[in-house]
């Protein structure tokens, strides 16, 4: 029993000339590994705004709100870190490339008002139907999947529309110049449901279906 | 004699979780012992019924911190069960991995806290601090300390990087070295012999009869490993050997765990060295309807979810048993008869995890009240706005 | 014995009491059984076949409550699970707990959460679900409707 002792006690004089091996945390602040997972965060440059992460979100701390009131129509992204599990589906699921929300680095996340502090927000520009004034989706998403099915985009009007707008090749005024129940109506940025009460409509005048 | 009742809890002094063992003591022996559960049961099963077949493993992560492989790799195992698919080799390995590196981290948490609960504050510190290596291990593999995140039904989330193999190697070696030491300083401990050797004794048959699992069974003699019995994984793929012990007392299942850790750290060390390279997702079709059944030798025991599809994206019945569900009621065997002493450390030799066993948070307050989630938050809110106050701060 | 073995004698054993089989795969069998003769059967695999007692199992399906009795045969690696199907309105069956120990627990947790009566059962008190909760109503029934009115279910803020 006294040998045992002594690999114990070389043991312990080791540990004395190491040093503590708990880190200074406070004072020293602690840099995680880079794989770390930490706090999920918004690239307002690269998000479109297609609501992937919210449905997703296993926490549920992801959620959205649509200000179409204002006069530029807004989409705002709600990120609540409070509730975030820091599971990392948002960004797999993420369609522009995985980047528009992405895990960062960050771990010191204690606040002090929940109600203000506990979340994060970025905007996205909202496109409207012309006729209802409804929700059709982020400006940024129309152009995404225009530009991701190519000339088949041309087929659509709202998507091609939304993404010459971008270009400054179409005038608003003009598109926006026929209120009325026409043929020009077609070639308006329309939600799904006017869209086919749109082409019900016009259906006799079959020259230019 | 007169017999007086001893509880122990509702919250745990030692183990720090909330559950009530009352012990009817004659003198100094215990001759009865009854276990309240219930303090801490959150519904999983029924939240489960409402997350989709991709968002269950994050649920079923969060029943317990500390198996937090152990329930997702049941449960990817019963959806895969459904479908009857195979998932790609590498994901197998990754898989494996994960799985023992939790193993040893649970094994050396549960080693610490048993030297705790011995007033051996010694083993304690030195387990713990052995531990966190394996936690930074584990942050360079999967992003996380704990709550790794790593399992989806049909394979992995994340690779495991070519470039951090060596260096988690170098370091898996160095904790080698130490728990080496370790091994030895507890194993021929002349205090830890003396307060563990032949108290607590689970009889081969009693834990045959009471169906206990992992290390509490293998202790006592009874041969059962479901990573060698029903091989799954890379398990059957690298050589590794199951601890059995014939006692069946703490001591023997101090002896389990230690031994276990080396198994599991050379299984881990040979998963990586030969991870095979390919995809890691086997992108699973639709589930079809239909039951399927996943265990997985958790750290204290077999993990058993049973999972029913009924075609859509969710399951309409999902049912975890977690280990300690089976093995505390063997303290029936093992605490009866025992001195009162050595009843905290019979209580806790078979790893219990009360979070696993109990799967909404129901509080009291001012005797009748009962509060729920949002006045749980809205009360510390309140508590906060006073630190708030007294910090000075705005 | 192997599991051929295994599945002709259950078969020829209790030819009279199995409704279903399902050879689901190497390692899983299904199996329907009468509820009365559940006691009898599991004694047999826990006895005779050493099976380890895996779990129980309860799911409300709307028409029955099915009760699945999960057996391990640990060195044949084959899942045996015994289907029972009870009554919705008035769930009876016998308690295994004089079979063996082991089947204590689950059985007050599907009393509590299905509202299954085990007779037989020594303990009837509550295991997981608080003291207040109401007697009667249990969560994991399909028709579970919200009892208490006064629960928040936001985030609080």
Partial sequence: MKLPKIRELIEAIKALFTGPYTSKF?????????????????????????????????????????????????????????????????????????????????????FFDRKKESYETIEKELVLCEICGKVIGCKDHLIWIAERIGELAFSNPTLYQTRLKRFGLVDENLISAARDKSRADRFKILCAPCRRAMTKESEPDSEMV | MAKTIIPIGPFHPLQEEPEYFSLTVEGETVVDVDVELGYNHRGIEKLSESKTYDQVPFVVERICGICSTSHPYAYVKAVEDISGCTIPERAEYIRTIIAEGERIHSHLLWLGLAGHFLGYNTVYMWVWKLREEILDVMEILSGNRNNYAMFKPGGVRRDIREEDIPFVIKKIDSIVKTLDMLKKAILDDPVLHARLKGIGILKREDAIDYS????????????????????????????????VTEKGDVFDKVVVRVLEVFESISIMKSCLLSLPKGPI?????????????????????????????????????????????????????????????????ILA???????????????RIDGKRMMNGGELIRLSVEKTEKLKKEMGRR | MTREEIVTTLKSRYSGQIIDFLDKSKSRIYMEIKPESLRTIAAYVFKELEARFNTASGVDNRFHIEILYHFTIDSINLLISFRVKVNRENPVIDSLTSVFKGADFIEREMHELLGIEFTGQPDKRRLLLSDQWPEGVHPLRSDYKEWDSDAIRDRGV
């Fill in chain 1, 26 to 110: 406070p004072g020293k602040p602690h840099v995680p590994h880079k794989n770390f997972r930490g706090q999920p965060k918004y690239d307002s440059s690269k998000c479109v705004g297609c609501l992937a992460c919210e449905e997703i979100c296993p926490a549920g701390a992801i959620s959205h709100r649509d200000e179409v009131t204002l006069p530029v129509p807004r989409r705002i992204m709600i990120h609540y870190t409070d509730t975030c599990i820091f599971c990392g589906s948002c960004e797999a699921y993420c369609i522009a490339n995985n980047e528009g929300i992405k895990l960062s680095q960050d771990w010191e996340l204690s």
């Fill in chain 2, 212 to 243: 206990a699992l992992g290390p509490t069974s293998r202790a006592s003699g009874v041969a059962k490993d479901v990573r060698k019995d029903a091989p799954y994984g890379a398990y059957d793929k690298v050589e590794w050997k199951m601890i």
């Fill in chain 2, 281 to 345: 997702d086997a992108n699973l079709a639709d589930i079809v309807p239909g039951e399927g059944i996943g265990v997985h030798e958790a750290p204290r025991g077999e993990t058993f979810h049973y999972v029913r599809s009924d075609g859509s994206n969710r399951p309409t019945r999902h049912k975890v048993r977690a280990p300690t569900f089976m093995n505390l009621p063997t303290c029936k065997s093992t605490v009866i008869g025992a001195a009162i002493a050595d009843a905290a450390i």
């Fill in chain 2, 349 to 363: 030799s078979i790893d219990p995890c009360y979070c696993c066993t109990e799967r909404l948070a129901v509080c």
